[in-house]
Structures are given as structure tokens and as C-alpha cells.
């Protein structure tokens, strides 16, 4: 049974950071893809960032290029993501979620999540 557990979130100020973790367990991951999704209140789970856990394969969405980074520990089976210059419109409750198959941009497409950590960034 895949577990994936989000740690980290917390409240911030605008131009501030923060770096959550999630750790994963329950299966041999090698030829998963792990993503990072938000949702903020009143609005649709959204992409923000994913990888292939073996490899140097990663995507972004447009509204975090250049201020979050995804990143892995193979040997902690561990998901981070840095949030840096971090903006009130990024408030939200991040996921973390594992599909067996290559990236994807789309929720409906990961089989496992976690249960989500709460990111509150104050202007």
C-alpha cells in the first residue's frame, strides 16, 4: 500500500520560503512520476510541479517557473518542493501524489495523495 505523507506547510509572509517534504513508502518507486498539486479555496486542484523518480525528468507549472523547485532524496524516498519568493495567490493545500507511468499534468491521473499540508502565505 503506497503511503505518501506531506510535511512542512505552514504560514508565511509574501517574499518568504518554504520547503515541504513527502515522504513515500509502500512500494518500490523506480518507475513512478511524483507531483505537487494545490488547491486554494474555491478553485480547481491545480499542477504545480512533477518528476520521474529516477531521472532528470521534471516540469513546472507557468505561475512557479523560476521560484519553486521539485527535488528527490532516492536514498529517503522523499519529495521535496522549495517555494521560494513565495506570492499570496500561492496559498493553498499542497498535495503530494505518485502515478506508476511518466509525468502528468492532470489530477485525475495519479492513483495515490497525500493528505495534504497547508500553505498560508500573508501579504
Known amino acids: 500500500q503506497v503511503q505518501l505523507v506531506e510535511s512542512g506547510g505552514g504560514l508565511v509572509q509574501a517574499g518568504g520560503s518554504l520547503k515541504l517534504s513527502c515522504a513515500a513508502s509502500?512500494?518500490?518507486?523506480?518507475?513512478?512520476?511524483m507531483g505537487w498539486f494545490r488547491r486554494a479555496p474555491g478553485k480547481e486542484r491545480e499542477f504545480v510541479a512533477a518528476m520521474r523518480w529516477v531521472g532528470a525528468l521534471w516540469n513546472y507549472a507557468d505561475s512557479v517557473k523560476g521560484r519553486f523547485t521539485i527535488s528527490r532524496d532516492n536514498a529517503k524516498t522523499t519529495l521535496y518542493l522549495q517555494m521560494n519568493s513565495l506570492k499570496p495567490e500561492d496559498t493553498a493545500v499542497y498535495y503530494c501524489?505518485?502515478?506508476?507511468?511518466?509525468?502528468?499534468?492532470?489530477?485525475?491521473?495519479?492513483?495515490?495523495w497525500g493528505q495534504g499540508t497547508q500553505v498560508t502565505v500573508s501579504s
Open positions: 509502500g512500494r518500490t518507486f523506480s518507475n513512478y512520476a
Open positions: 501524489a505518485a502515478r506508476n507511468s511518466g509525468i502528468s499534468f492532470r489530477y485525475d491521473e495519479y492513483d495515490y
